[in-house]
């Protein structure tokens, strides 16, 4: 398969944990993007990198949430002293930025869910 | 703030109707704008992008319309099909990368 791979799928914490996603895009995408999503509710863009660098990251998200893509290739998002309020579904996406700019697909994995306790 | 609004409440159709569904958007000029499907439990897929400078597009069964005077895209499923329930959702760019996702719309098809 070499669609968007995001492990683990599903992962359950006690309130104060760390957890750490990985996101491995499709190999020739240079741009990788972090959003979250809730029950009800659209994918909220959470930040993205172009190769090794971080281009945009929400003002909305606390600095208990870091994101690295050291190599330009996978990319993890980690989230300290986890909350309750962390509980959702986080969504890795890749994409291809042309010459003329972005206005490609996003290419979406199947998400990891997140439940704190 | 940028604000998209999709059809709050759920669309309940009957199979081979037509399925409209609506994004409105404010305090934004989109470059472009996008439709995704998501299933339960998924993540969402690509169906269709309309540029700014476009009134229409098609594909197979689907069509999009831009109106940015108006600030709003409409989606149509023709000849919609049990197998077209899902939820919808529209996401706008300007082209400096991210997209900003409206909350969705659930479509369900009845046989």
């Known amino acids: 398969d070499t669609g968007v791979s995001q492990n683990p799928r599903h992962k359950i914490t006690k309130r104060g944990q760390n957890v750490t996603f990985r996101c491995d895009p499709i190999?020739?995408?240079?741009?990788l993007y972090w959003y979250r999503q809730t029950l009800g509710q659209g994918p909220e863009f959470l930040t993205y990198f172009q190769n090794e660098a971080q281009l945009e990251k929400s003002r909305l998200l606390s600095d208990r949430f870091s994101a690295e893509r050291p190599k330009g290739s996978f990319s993890t998002l980690e989230i300290q002293r986890t909350e309750q309020g962390d509980s959702a579904m986080y969504l890795c996406?890749?994409?291809?930025?042309?010459?003329?700019?972005?206005?490609?697909?996003?290419?979406f994995g199947e998400g990891s869910r997140l439940t704190v306790l | 703030s940028q604000k998209i609004e999709q059809n709050s409440e759920a669309l309940n159709i009957q199979e081979g109707k037509t399925a409209t569904l609506t994004c409105n958007y404010t305090?934004?000029?989109?470059?472009?704008l996008q439709w995704y499907r998501q299933d339960p439990g998924r993540g969402p897929v690509f169906l269709l992008l309309?540029?700014?400078?476009?009134k229409e597009k098609r594909k197979e069964r689907l069509k999009v319309t831009f109106d940015t005077t108006l600030k709003q895209s409409l989606f149509h499923i023709t000849a919609s099909q049990p197998a077209d329930s899902a939820t919808y959702l529209c996401a706008l760019g300007s082209g400096g990368g991210k997209l900003i996702f409206g909350q969705g719309t659930e479509l369900s098809v009845k046989p």
């Open positions: 996406a890749s994409s291809v930025q042309g010459a003329g700019g972005n206005t490609g697909e996003l290419f």
């Open positions: 309309i540029r700014e400078n476009e």
């Open positions: 305090n934004y000029s989109p470059a472009y």
């Open positions: 190999s020739e995408h240079n741009r």
